[in-house]
T-cell receptor, first 111, second 113 residues
Framework: DGGITQSPKYLFRKEGQNVTLSCEQNLNHDAMYWYRQDPGQGLRLIYYSQIVNDFQKGDIAEGYSVSREKKESFPLTVTSAQKNPTAFYLC??????????FGPGTRLTVL | GDSVTQMEGPVTLSEEAFLTINCTYTATGYPSLFWYVQYPGEGLQLLLK?????DKGSNKGFEATYRKETTSFHLEKGSVQVSDSAVYFCALSDRGGSYIPTFGRGTSLIVHP
């Protein structure tokens, strides 16, 4: 069954802690994206990767890091440098210039 | 750069009312246009799309027509249901550019019984 999985669904972070959000896909899509969504807001692009071992900063990359060692996986680390990380995080894949496919999201809360 | 503007919400309707959510865009290339829907607590999913001028995308009773002359892609449905309550995002993907999509800010739809 093809799709995108994100884990965990809910994540809690203490001050000064780094946390990693997982995104895995078996759609065989080259491009993967990370977005941040705040209540009542649209999507803001954090990082994207169009090919393995390469990734680019989006509009709000500060305080975040990513890796793309495998086609199937694009984990996002929220570092302690991100001062306001509480948000809903969405991972997406895209085959070429077409539809994006989204995971179910991870809701991160700072304690 | 590319941009998408959609009407602000929330849009509040009674069941069986007619729905229009306006979306206009600016793009330097030849974009594909999309409407995505997001139900509470979930990711976005494609509702419909159109890839060239005058194409009409349709799905689940929703329709939108790619109007190049007015740079618009308005979403319509003739009779909404309570289950249509969600946030709707208009987006474009420029096939002549980087392929990175541009999203509107989303429009919340609330349908009352």
């Amino acid at each position: 069954d093809g799709g995108i999985t994100q884990s965990p669904k809910y994540l809690f972070r203490k001050e000064g802690q780094n946390v990693t959000l997982s995104c895995e896909q078996n759609l065989n899509h080259d491009a993967m994206y990370w977005y941040r969504q705040d209540p009542g807001q649209g999507l803001r692009l954090i990082y994207y990767s169009q090919i393995v071992n390469d990734f680019q900063k989006g509009d709000i990359a500060e305080g975040y890091s990513v890796s793309r060692e495998k086609k199937e996986s694009f984990p996002l680390t929220v570092t302690s440098a991100q001062k306001n990380p509480t948000a809903f995080y969405l991972c997406a894949t895209q085959p070429g210039a077409d539809t994006q496919y989204f995971g179910p999201g991870t809701r991160l809360t700072v304690l | 750069g590319d941009s998408v503007t959609q009407m602000e919400g929330p849009v509040t309707l009674s069941e069986e009312a007619f729905l229009t959510i306006n979306c206009t865009y600016t793009a330097t290339g030849y974009p594909s246009l999309f409407w995505y829907v997001q139900y509470p607590g979930e990711g976005l999913q494609l509702l419909l799309k159109a890839t060239k001028a005058d194409d009409k995308g349709s799905n689940k009773g929703f329709e939108a027509t790619y109007r190049k002359e007015t740079t618009s892609f308005h979403l319509e449905k003739g009779s909404v249901q309570v289950s249509d309550s969600a946030v709707y995002f208009c987006a474009l993907s420029d096939r002549g550019g980087s392929y990175i999509p541009t999203f509107g800010r989303g429009t919340s739809l609330i349908v009352h019984p």
